[in-house]
């Protein structure tokens, strides 16, 4: 099987909807390849100062197999949500498709700096989201195990 690594920075969030209107806002982000589930999702820490406009710039690393950059089939998906004691509060996310980020990069020279509208539901809603990304090379499993073990990255 062949895969490649993905890198997601996620940089800011700007002048998203304010959905705690008495305490400020911390918000942070959920970020998942092709819908899967918790377990597949990693998160940025709480920003806790930028409220309508959070920063985090915090890097997540995924393993994709091949098949994801393609096809349209598998997204990416950044779902973002305020922190708050009585359960976390949604805010808004970003779908896009991995294969058009790939072959975006690669005509960029593998990487990218991009900027989505934060959608609610099938609207668009208020803010926009940014991030830079980067696609390592293909790999086959043997060789991406060994690297696994040197660099320390986790396959998910």
């Keep these: 099987m062949e895969c490649r690594k993905f890198e997601i920075t996620l940089i ?9 209107h008495i305490c400020r806002m911390k918000v942070h982000a959920r970020v998942s390849i092709g819908g899967g589930g918790p377990e597949g999702e990693k998160r940025t820490p709480t920003d806790k100062h930028g409220e309508t406009n959070p920063a985090w710039n915090f890097t997540m ?5 091949e098949s994801v950059v393609e096809n349209y089939n598998t997204m990416l998906v950044v779902k973002l949500y305020c922190k708050r004691k009585l359960g976390d509060r949604y805010v808004g996310e970003v779908h896009t498709p991995m294969k058009e980020l790939f072959d975006f990069s690669r005509a960029t020279g593998g990487s990218a700096v991009m900027s989505f509208p934060v959608q609610k539901g099938c609207v668009v809603s208020q803010g926009m989201l940014r991030f830079s990304y980067r696609f390592g090379e293909k790999v086959s499993i043997d060789k991406l195990l060994l690297a696994e073990s040197v660099s320390g990255w986790s396959l998910c």
Aim: hydrophobic share 35%.
């Design 12 to 20: 800011s969030a700007n002048e998203l909807e304010d959905v705690r």
């Design 61 to 65: 690393r995924f393993t994709v197999g």
